[in-house]
């Protein structure tokens, strides 16, 4: 079997299981946890280049909350022993808040004992000097609703409505699709690789018939899904579908998935958040057993300001 990217999520018949999250602490709007929701009181460590980190720093952009949380991008280089690094760099900085240099610091300031891989995003409470939570799926809640009182964009991507089939849909593009295409670039053996990339396909195919028929993935109201989703399909044809192996199709070869990629990426303020030189350079620089020469490749040419239209759906 080949040498794992992250052995201690490898099982033993070549697949990729992803660690948990150590970090599940929640931030209330009502005050009932000990981590009250305060303007100025929380911090974002984030990675420009990492899909989970991603999504919480287009939440935090598309509801507004710049001013009322902080934010530190750490640099997209991850080194193998210590992790992910605060260093000065092109669209990324020294960390300006604790003058930490590994974000591994911030874990074990909070669990001494901690050995895991250490993962982006990061909530940190500034005034008990603490991680609040690594869970990027708690953080997306917590950024659109426990926060609300400092939103300066009135909108709910977790509508009651529509929540039991918001989480429904959430496990299948997870299993498949965002954690999917780590499950084929990290599988150590053919059985595994072909397993997680049949069913990354299969899930894409059903999702290009869904965006046939309406401009989001729930009809012409965008949802926490269509922004779990966009990290991984802006990755694909640069990352995923060559270095990782997906590559039955590519996301431009998807007419519906591509014009929804476009209308997305155009959509207020989403296009800055996308940072195409961490995003290549992380992943063939850092996965040195998938990547050993680290060359980082040229393309693809993308042209993601061409019209979506999609408007009419």
């Given amino acids: 079997m080949a040498i794992p990217q992250f052995p201690k999520e490898q099982s033993e018949t070549g697949e990729f299981k992803r660690q948990a999250d150590r970090f599940r602490r929640w931030v209330r709007r ?30 935090r952009r598309l509801r507004g909350l710049e001013e009322a949380i902080s934010m530190t991008v750490v640099d997209p280089i991850r080194d193998d022993e210590t992790g992910w690094a605060f260093r000065p760099g092109p669209g990324h900085s020294e960390d300006p808040l604790n003058g930490f240099h590994y974000l591994r610091e911030a874990y074990l300031a909070c669990d001494p004992a901690y050995d895991g891989r250490v993962t982006v995003p990061v909530l940190w409470d500034v005034k008990s000097k603490q991680i609040v939570s690594n869970s990027d799926d708690d953080l997306l809640r917590m950024l659109n609703a426990e926060f609300a009182d400092f939103a300066q964009n009135d909108f709910d991507f977790y509508p009651e409505p529509l929540r039991n089939e918001i989480d429904q849909l959430n496990t299948l593009i997870y ?8 499950r084929a670039g990290f599988a150590t053996t053919q059985a595994a690789y072909e397993a997680a990339a049949r069913a990354l396909f299969a899930t894409l195919d059903q999702l290009e018939d869904r965006l046939a028929r309406q401009r989001y993935l729930f009809g012409r109201r965008m949802t926490e899904t269509d922004w779990r989703l966009f990290p991984t399909l802006i990755r694909f044809d640069s990352v995923y579908h060559g270095h990782f192996k997906c590559n039955l199709r590519r996301i431009v070869d998807y007419p519906h998935l591509s014009g929804y990629l476009r209308d997305l990426y155009q959509h207020d303020g989403v296009a800055e958040t996308v940072n195409f030189d961490h995003i290549k350079r992380h992943y063939y620089m850092t ?19 061409a019209p979506h239209e999609r408007d009419w759906l």
Avoid at 33 to 50: K, N, Q, T
Avoid at 175 to 182: P, S
Avoid at 289 to 305: A, Y
């Fill in 175 to 182: 299993e498949t699709v965002n954690d999917g295409v780590y």
């Fill in 30 to 59: 009502d005050g009932s946890s000990e981590f009250p929701a305060e303007s100025g009181r929380y911090h974002l460590y984030v990675s420009l280049a990492c899909p989970w980190a991603h999504r919480t720093i287009i939440m």
């Fill in 287 to 305: 996965h040195d057993e998938i990547n050993p020469t680290r060359i980082v490749p040229i393309g693809p040419l993308l042209d993601l300001d």
